[in-house]
């Protein structure tokens, strides 16, 4: 009778730990110390049931320990067959490439050693650009790498050098303006900052001409919705009365604010002896803590909920070709072709997510804590009297994805972009989903880089020709 409830409390600890772990109930994430807490009470209603059973007579002692053998068999096949596939996945899989070892092969400047360099200016989890720095270069796109340019069909119809230029001013943004000048800004990822274009050209220097306003630009490259409420936070403290924002455009991107929206990346703090996280980091007993963490990731259970049981990277297409194999140079972003708009490489994170079911956006562990980003700037709004707009950015994926041969198939529903919307409805803020509208772009004219997941020139072009009629001529209109 041991061996049966033991057997049956580890089977319940592996499905607790594949169902529960990591996801959220009434805003409450699941973490080990719940599913931990909850192993005695299923083990006890186990051998409570078991006893119950035996002295009814319903089962034998034999049938109890062969029932016991078939539990402890079939989870030990389940637990190699996760093992097995992914190592497979991994066999399967194409490394990014490392640009710092690769620099033999040309001397194109990549983006990291032209962009101005960020820092912490607190110990809040936000960064700066380095102030009153003035660069001017080229580079290739985010998907380019030295290696890749060997490949013909990219070095002459994907690869192209974008001209940049970027002046930062005193407090650490991309602007020419005094912050005093203006009372509408921008916030946002590098999007928002002007993503390998001059910034009279980016959809904040072209808005900022139609309108004949100043507009202050708080893009950041690489932030998160997180770090942007506590840079605005930051601003709004130590600028006093020469911040006058009253209008504020708030941009979320589809491709990574809601995986990256609550991250602490590149943050370290100082040890804290009461941080149990920190005591154990670098010793056995944090190996240990991520081991159940891998065995739900690694799950079968876990990809078939996420639909993720398919043979993504690289996949066959239906004429034999491999997306990832340009020219017989691997890549790990695949290529694709499309009649009315030309090859491009795409990110596969980026087609993985665009695929995922609506269950992905509502049960990411990042879900609640973007809700409450979304609550503090709406508090903040009311604090300060700013209104919040809130445009949201496609990625290529959603937009030109359907319109190249034999695409992945992505989900009908853009689930996220949904999600964002009626959230920001919710706090009361105006939205504005620029993806109804750059949809009539999408088989006739590329908007984004073809080595890159940012705008072109004809993308920053094409959405401030949109916010601005959709928003300030409206709003004239009135």
């Known amino acids: 009778m041991i061996f049966a409830t033991a057997s049956l409390g580890l089977l319940w600890l592996y499905l607790a730990l594949i169902m529960f772990l990591g996801q959220s109930i009434g805003g409450k994430g699941i973490g080990l110390g719940l599913i931990g807490l909850s192993l005695p009470f299923a083990v006890g209603v186990c051998f409570i049931v078991i006893r119950t059973i035996m002295i009814r007579g319903l089962v034998s002692s034999k049938q109890l320990v062969n029932l016991s053998i078939v539990v402890c068999v079939?989870?030990?096949?389940?637990?190699?067959?996760?093992?097995?596939?992914?190592?497979?996945?991994?066999?399967?899989?194409?490394?990014?490439?490392?640009?710092?070892?690769?620099?033999?092969?040309?001397?194109?400047?990549?983006?990291?050693?032209?962009?101005?360099?960020?820092?912490?200016?607190?110990?809040?989890?936000?960064?700066?650009?380095?102030?009153?720095?003035?660069?001017?270069?080229?580079?290739?796109?985010?998907?380019?790498?030295?290696?890749?340019?060997?490949?013909?069909?990219?070095?002459?119809?994907?690869?192209?050098?974008?001209?940049?230029?970027?002046?930062?001013?005193?407090?650490?943004?991309?602007?020419?303006?005094?912050?005093?000048?203006?009372?509408?800004?921008?916030?946002?990822?590098?999007?928002?900052?002007?993503?390998?274009?001059?910034?009279?050209?980016?959809?904040?220097?072209?808005?900022?001409?139609?309108?004949?306003?100043?507009?202050?630009?708080?893009?950041?490259?690489?932030?998160?919705?997180?770090?942007?409420?506590?840079?605005?936070?930051?601003?709004?403290?130590?600028?006093?009365?020469?911040?006058k924002i009253r209008t504020l455009l708030w941009m979320i991107y589809e491709g990574n604010d809601l995986e990256d929206s609550t991250r602490d990346k590149g943050w370290a703090q100082p040890n804290n002896p009461n941080n149990m996280k920190q005591l154990m980091e670098g010793t056995v007993l944090q190996s240990l803590y991520q081991i159940p963490f891998l065995i739900k990731e690694q799950a079968m259970i876990t990809k078939i909920?996420?639909?993720?049981?398919?043979?993504?990277?690289?996949?066959?297409?239906?004429?034999?070709?491999?997306?990832?194999?340009?020219?017989?140079?691997?890549?790990?972003?695949?290529?694709?072709?499309?009649?009315?708009?030309?090859?491009?490489?795409?990110?596969?994170?980026?087609?993985?997510?665009?695929?995922?079911?609506?269950?992905?956006?509502?049960?990411?562990?990042?879900?609640?804590?973007?809700?409450?980003?979304?609550?503090?700037?709406?508090?903040?709004?009311?604090?300060?009297?700013?209104?919040?707009?809130?445009?949201?950015?496609?990625?290529?994926?959603?937009?030109?994805g359907r319109y190249y041969e034999n695409f992945p198939p992505i989900s009908d529903n853009p689930h996220f972009i949904d999600y964002i919307a009626t959230l920001s409805e919710q706090k009361g803020f105006r939205t504005l989903n620029l993806l109804p509208f750059l949809s009539t772009y999408g088989d006739k004219e590329l908007l984004y880089l073809r080595d890159d997941d940012h705008w072109n020139k004809k993308g920053h072009a094409v959405a401030a020709e949109i916010i601005y009629r959709q928003i300030f001529q409206q709003e004239a209109g009135k």
């Open 74 to 243: 079939s989870l030990g096949s389940l637990f190699i067959l996760d093992i097995i596939y992914a190592i497979h996945l991994k066999s399967q899989s194409v490394g990014k490439p490392r640009l710092e070892e690769s620099r033999r092969f040309d001397s194109a400047m990549t983006w990291p050693e032209l962009y101005p360099p960020l820092y912490y200016p607190t110990e809040r989890n936000f960064r700066l650009h380095k102030a009153n720095i003035s660069v001017s270069g080229e580079h290739y796109g985010l998907m380019y790498s030295p290696e890749l340019m060997q490949s013909p069909t990219l070095a002459k119809s994907v690869f192209e050098l974008q001209q940049f230029s970027c002046i930062i001013d005193q407090h650490g943004f991309r602007n020419t303006i005094p912050l005093d000048q203006a009372d509408i800004f921008t916030l946002g990822d590098s999007f928002t900052f002007g993503w390998a274009i001059d910034s009279g050209r980016s959809w904040v220097g072209i808005l900022e001409d139609a309108i004949h306003r100043p507009i202050y630009n708080l893009g950041i490259l690489d932030s998160s919705p997180k770090q942007e409420l506590e840079l605005l936070k930051y601003m709004i403290r130590t600028s006093g009365k020469a911040m």
């Open 305 to 400: 909920r996420n639909k993720d049981i398919v043979f993504r990277f690289p996949s066959l297409q239906k004429n034999g070709s491999n997306p990832n194999v340009i020219d017989g140079i691997q890549s790990w972003y695949p290529l694709y072709h499309s009649t009315t708009l030309g090859p491009r490489l795409f990110i596969p994170e980026y087609i993985d997510r665009a695929g995922k079911p609506s269950s992905y956006v509502l049960n990411h562990n990042n879900r609640p804590g973007l809700d409450k980003v979304f609550e503090e700037m709406a508090q903040l709004g009311k604090e300060y009297s700013f209104k919040v707009i809130v445009v949201i950015a496609p990625t290529a994926v959603r937009l030109h």
